[in-house]
């Protein structure tokens, strides 16, 4: 499985982006797939997470403000991300793998290349 993510920038509080993470597989079911943010000097934690059902899991901290979406026929997962705040800053993974893992805030086995997100004051 890989994983490309795009759509990471530079934007200012308040404003809006949108991440895309289209996954490439061989036949392979994609179950769970999420995002997951790293600042420098902290590990991944879990930002948002959906299955292929639609169940959707969010920090607490972006709750309200952040959404995700995901196209199955595509393998393909969205992060609206609005009102956004300095502290959202950080780069973005897109992740897969046992849905359990992507879920629970773990990490499933499959990680994308990381996609910068920078919140200006």
């Known amino acids: 499985v890989q994983l490309q993510a795009s759509g990471g920038g530079l934007v200012q509080a308040g404003g809006s982006l949108r991440l895309s993470c289209s996954a490439s597989?061989?036949?392979?079911?994609?179950?769970?797939m999420g995002w997951y943010r790293q600042t420098s000097g902290t590990s991944r934690y879990l930002v948002a997470a959906i299955t292929r059902t639609g169940e959707t899991k969010y920090a607490y901290n972006v709750k309200g403000r952040f959404t995700i979406s995901r196209d199955n026929a595509k393998n393909t997962i969205y992060l609206h991300a609005d009102s956004l705040k300095v502290e959202d800053t950080g780069v973005y993974y897109c992740?897969?793998?046992?849905?359990?893992?992507?879920?629970?805030?773990?990490?499933?086995?499959?990680w994308g290349q990381g996609t910068l997100v920078t919140v200006s004051s």
């Open positions: 597989t061989s036949g392979f079911t994609i179950n769970a």
């Open positions: 992740n897969t793998g046992q849905s359990m893992a992507v879920v629970d805030g773990t990490g499933g086995g499959y």
